[in-house]
């Protein structure tokens, strides 16, 4: 069954190349970008990475989110093995910025390859794993059976099932035990993770919960102080409304919020200015944002072009990885993502520095952890922008509400820290 399995799966992958070439090229028409590393994407990475005279680790993870969320994971790997080679694979050209920019560590960033059995097998013949280490829950038949082949250990860390993917997974169950049977251990994020994962097929006895490694991310400080995140922005004496890492269909509402809420702002007394700052979640998307603020009949300035004090009502954002530094310098915070159905993004960096977040209803990426927010009180769901504004209104003029709030966040955040620690834990017979 396991061969059939994989000949099944090849021979559909090789039949769908013809169409797989068009959706390639369409893709690089709308996104130039994915041109640069593209040869990696079919297993030709230039030269060997540096051979360091220790094991190497490749360790994949996807796209922002999951690049950040192993900062701290891949500093301790490197304190424990300093002779390792360490190789960081990602999907996207934001995650591979990320992860040259904000990871140290690293030996090498490169692309992870597509997985048509040909593309899987020359990349793992060029980068030579010792081991293979997966963030969350990245799958790759061709991947898994030719390290299992090799006797190269897989393993699965911060891993997460959602409530909403689960029925996808659900249509292909059959078929996932010959995956799960290639990878050593499957340390999950929470129980219900475990649960789900056990319900896919995943044997009991390679499923430990750990805890998500977000925790432990979160309170990773910035080297900047708030006085120069303040001058950045050419701050002064306003108040400062975030809203971070927004989709489209959000960006309105964002800006709909902030303009009652200035308005509720510099009326009240004594009166209080207010500036905001946007953040999208790719940054292919400034040229549209600016439109749509200038649409509002709001002034805009990219925070790269910040030379001094400024009376832009909008800073945008345009540039990578910063976002979570300045959320120690804001007063509200929104979380983007959960105004529209993409399933939220990390709330918890804005609650590491004690400040309560405000975020949408659609939070199925971070269900678990806005559950948390919202019970301790530290997590504010809003419905829409008329509602964000109202609640953001009421908790500025309640300052000792606003730091309970901020502090209870920022509980929640140290009762879940520890997932690193506890996944060098479990890898130790594999890792060292």
Known sequence: MKRLFYFCYNVATTLLLPAFFLFLAFRLLRRPEYCAGLGERFGFYSGRPPDTGGRRFWIHAVSVGEVLSAGVFIQRLRASDPNATIIVSTGTPTGRAA??????????????????????????????????????????????????????????????????????????????????????????????????????GAPREKLFCTGNMKYDQATAKSHKTAAVLRADLGLCDRLLMIAGSLHPGEDEPALSAYQRLRKTLET????????????????????EMEESIARCGLTVIRKTAVTSQHNCDVVLLDTLGELAAYYAIGDLIFVGGSLVPVGGHNVLEAAACRKPVFF?????????????????????????????????????????????????????????????????????????
């Open 268 to 287: 009240a007394t004594p009166p209080m200015r207010l500036m905001l700052l946007m953040a999208p979640r790719h940054l292919t998307r400034l040229e």
């Open 360 to 432: 949408g209803p659609h939070m199925a990426n971070f269900q678990d952890v806005a559950a948390q927010l919202e019970k301790s009180g530290g997590g504010i769901p809003v419905a829409d922008a008329s509602d964000m504004a109202e609640e953001m209104a009421r908790l500025i003029r309640q300052q000792d509400e606003m730091k309970a709030r901020g502090e209870a966040a920022f509980a929640v955040v140290m009762a879940n820290q520890g997932a690193v620690a506890r996944n060098l834990e479990h890898l130790a017979a594999w890792i060292g």
């Open 99 to 200: 992860a040259q920019q904000r990871l140290t560590g690293v030996d090498r960033v490169v692309y992870f390859p597509f997985d048509f059995c040909w593309t899987a097998r020359r990349a793992i013949r060029r980068l030579a794993p010792s081991v293979l280490i997966l963030l969350e829950t990245e799958l790759w038949p061709n991947v898994l059976r030719i390290l299992g082949e090799m006797g190269t250990p897989v393993l699965l860390i911060n891993g997460r099932i959602s409530e909403r993917s689960l029925p996808r997974y659900l249509r292909v169950r059959r078929f996932l035990p010959h995956l799960f049977g290639a990878i050593r251990v499957m340390l999950m994020q929470t129980p219900d993770d475990v649960e789900r994962m056990a319900a896919l």
